[in-house]
């Protein structure tokens, strides 16, 4: 099977009710229909990645039955626990913050035992505006930032979101943005940026989940040595595919 993908964050109950339009403020609305399912960022794209046939595993905090509240998020003293060997990519969904750079330094310190085609490489996600997150910019090779931290920054599009915030990386990375509708880009570290159009589907069912099917798909690719601009236009293809189906099942 080869080395896996280890996507560490959130699970938990997502309770989805299906209405005919979007409710008006303080308005009654009949539900048409109602399901639950699996959710959580770090969950949702281990699911994908499954799904696209990468070996993975998830790390989290894990309810005995179907509801649960304020479960804890992962601490670096239960990070030290991993087998980093296992391991080819780790992902951080962007939680508590400051234990999650703690973990990241773990791997760092590990990598520097390896050869550089045998590192593991580090991805993180900043999707919330809480700012006790930023500091996740600058410890990780790829780095996800979402359209409403762009927007919280003041920023209008993804390629003004990568030029005002690349500074906050570390050498080397790359910064990505999707942004909807509009596509998605990516900077790396010779300041070009790389731009994959959105693929929407004929009609838009569900788009609960699309940007951790965008993130996943990307780390796939790259993780098969795929290009960034064919990462980027992959990740594109297949959370618009997500956009026309119900869940996550049956559209891979």
């Known amino acids: 099977m080869g080395k896996k993908i280890l996507c560490v964050g959130l699970v938990c109950l997502d309770i989805i009710s299906v209405v005919?339009?979007?409710?008006?403020?303080?308005?009654?609305?009949?539900?048409?229909?109602?399901?639950?399912?699996?959710?959580?960022?770090?969950?949702?794209?281990?699911?994908?990645?499954?799904?696209?046939g990468a070996p993975c595993a998830f790390m989290g905090s894990l309810a005995t039955g179907h509801m649960a509240n304020n479960l804890?998020?992962?601490?670096?003293?239960?990070?030290?626990?991993?087998?980093?060997?296992q391991y080819k990519w780790i992902?951080?969904?962007?939680?508590?913050?400051?234990?999650?750079?703690?973990?990241?330094?773990?791997?760092?310190?590990?990598?520097?035992?390896?050869?550089?085609?045998?590192?593991?490489?580090?991805?993180?996600?900043?999707?919330?505006?809480?700012?006790?997150?930023?500091?996740?910019?600058?410890?990780?090779?790829?780095?996800?930032?979402?359209?409403?931290?762009?927007?919280?920054?003041?920023?209008?599009?993804?390629?003004?979101?990568?030029?005002?915030?690349?500074?906050?990386?570390?050498?080397?990375?790359?910064l990505i943005c999707a942004w909807a509708e509009k596509g998605a880009d990516a900077m790396g570290p010779d300041g070009v940026v790389i731009h994959s159009d959105a693929f929407p589907p004929d009609t838009i069912v569900d788009t609960l989940g699309a940007g951790d099917t965008f993130n996943a798909s990307v780390i796939y690719a790259l993780s098969t040595g795929k290009t960034m601009q064919e990462a980027l236009t992959f990740g594109c293809q297949i959370a618009g595919r997500k956009c026309g189906v119900q869940g996550f099942d049956g559209f891979i």
């Open 20 to 52: 005919d339009k979007y409710p008006e403020e303080d308005t009654d609305t009949r539900c048409l229909s109602q399901r639950w399912q699996r959710g959580g960022n770090a969950s949702n794209s281990c699911t994908i990645l499954a799904q696209l």
């Open 72 to 85: 804890p998020d992962v601490t670096a003293q239960d990070f030290q626990k991993v087998d980093l060997s």
């Open 91 to 174: 992902h951080w969904e962007g939680r508590n913050a400051a234990e999650q750079v703690k973990m990241i330094q773990i791997v760092e310190e590990y990598n520097q035992t390896l050869q550089a085609d045998q590192k593991i490489t580090i991805s993180v996600e900043i999707e919330k505006t809480r700012e006790d997150l930023h500091q996740l910019f600058a410890h990780g090779d790829i780095v996800f930032v979402s359209k409403d931290l762009a927007q919280h920054f003041g920023f209008d599009s993804a390629p003004e979101t990568l030029k005002g915030l690349y500074s906050r990386v570390r050498n080397g990375a790359y």
